[in-house]
């Protein structure tokens, strides 16, 4: 496009007045109006649109509709009050053929630049070869209001895992490693809002005054036989890794939907998620399934073997550990601790706390190590079993 004449304001929409949305490259000297058209193209069904009627005009087959900018993540269909949200890494870089509809099992290919983020039909006004790769739009939403902060939560989590293919695509880094941030987290409830969404205001107030804990979880699901942990692809962003040197990488298995181990080295394993570790509070919750004879260690700011807070959990009994500059301190609680029970260790501030099957336990003061470092979890038998790992942290 060759301008003619210098703007000194954004251009207008001839049909519905609304200012065009577009976007400068990094060069300047080429830009890209943005545009969706609502008919045969984009459209959930035969009977639900993108918009509803009060939003979409009737008077043409096909109605050029400047409604967002291209680095957009969501679209949101309604029908008779029903509501789906789906996630689409952008309407105007996929390659969705004419006439086909979006599907919540549909796949097509996200075309983009390493550089520009582009789409493919602009592939004149860039020097790096476009990249497709194939993407499945998912339905991460169903209605058509928020009604609570968890929701809200379990929403941009969904959208920032769905993305997570995409590392390294600008446009969306923010989105996958940030997903939690109260400035990722307002634009993103500004896009539901501008698709319909209702989002309460006291809603919004807890995601400015009260930033959620990041989460790192891991349920162990979707394994058919067996899989090493580290090729493992956890529930939410992140991956693990061992925190000992030369380590077997067979040591932890999943298996049966669970994590599994396979010898008696002492061996740690770390959760790594996306975003640093900013604060030395966390809270480690798991699921003990078998503890086969054997004990569970857990370690919060955890140093090196000299220094850290930590946690040993068997069948008979317990003890929390604060182990600084090689003096340890410990609690020896005997008491049965059957199967299938559920722990939380929580460092916060100078309290280490232990809650078992959400009854609390023991809850230490101990101000000695304040720094971040590293937090593990450590089987110690074989075929010592756990399920539905959670580490929080901010």
């Known amino acids: 496009m060759k301008a003619t004449e210098k703007f000194s ?22 830009f890209q109006i943005s545009s969706i058209i609502e008919g045969d193209l984009l459209s959930f069904s035969d009977d639900t649109k993108l918009f509803n009627n009060q939003e979409a005009y009737a008077n ?31 309407l105007i870089i996929n390659n969705i053929p004419v006439g086909w509809n979006l599907s919540s099992t549909g796949s097509y290919n996200f075309v983009y630049s390493w550089l520009t983020n582009i789409p493919k039909s602009y592939l004149d006004f860039i020097e790096d070869d476009p990249i497709e790769k194939p993407f499945t739009i998912k339905e991460i939403f169903n209605k058509c209001s928020v009604d609570n902060i968890d929701e809200l939560n ?61 989460i790192f979880k891991d349920t162990f699901t979707g394994v058919d036989n067996t899989e090493l942990v580290w090729s493992h692809n956890v529930d939410t962003l992140g991956t693990w890794k061992f925190i000992t040197n030369t380590p077997s990488t067979s040591a932890y298995i999943i298996s049966g939907n669970k994590l599994r181990k396979t010898n008696s080295f002492p061996w740690k394993i770390s959760p790594v998620p996306p975003l ?27 140093t090196d073997d000299n220094n850290y807070y930590g946690l040993t959990i068997t069948s008979t009994w317990y003890q929390v550990i604060s182990k600084v500059l090689w003096i340890e301190t410990t609690s020896n609680i005997t008491e049965a601790i059957p199967n299938n029970s559920s722990i ?28 971040i470092w590293k937090h593990a979890i450590e089987l110690n038998v074989i075929n010592t079993i756990i399920d539905n790992y959670k580490f929080e942290y901010k």
């Open 154 to 214: 379990l929403y941009t989590t969904n959208l920032a895992t769905t993305f997570q293919q995409f590392l390294w695509v600008e446009s969306l880094n923010d989105l996958i490693y940030s997903y939690n941030s109260v400035r990722v987290k307002i634009p993103l409830i500004k896009q539901l809002e501008a698709w319909g969404i209702t989002i309460p205001e006291d809603i919004v107030n807890q995601v400015y005054n009260n930033p959620s804990n990041h």
């Open 60 to 90: 043409s087959n096909s109605i050029a509709y400047v409604t967002w900018d291209y680095i957009w993540n969501t679209v949101t269909g309604k029908n008779w009050g029903n509501c789906i949200t789906l996630t689409i890494p952008s």
């Open 344 to 371: 939380q260790f929580l460092v916060n501030g100078n309290n280490i706390i232990l809650k078992i099957n959400n009854i609390e336990k023991e809850n230490i003061i101990d101000g000695w190590l304040t720094s």
């Open 276 to 302: 640093d570790i900013t604060s030395p509070n966390t809270i480690h919750s798991f699921e003990v399934v078998d503890f086969n004879g054997g004990s569970i260690n857990v370690y919060s700011r955890y």
């Open 9 to 30: 304001s954004v251009p207008l929409d001839p049909l519905i007045g609304s200012a065009y949305n577009y976007s400068v490259l990094r060069g300047g000297s080429k």
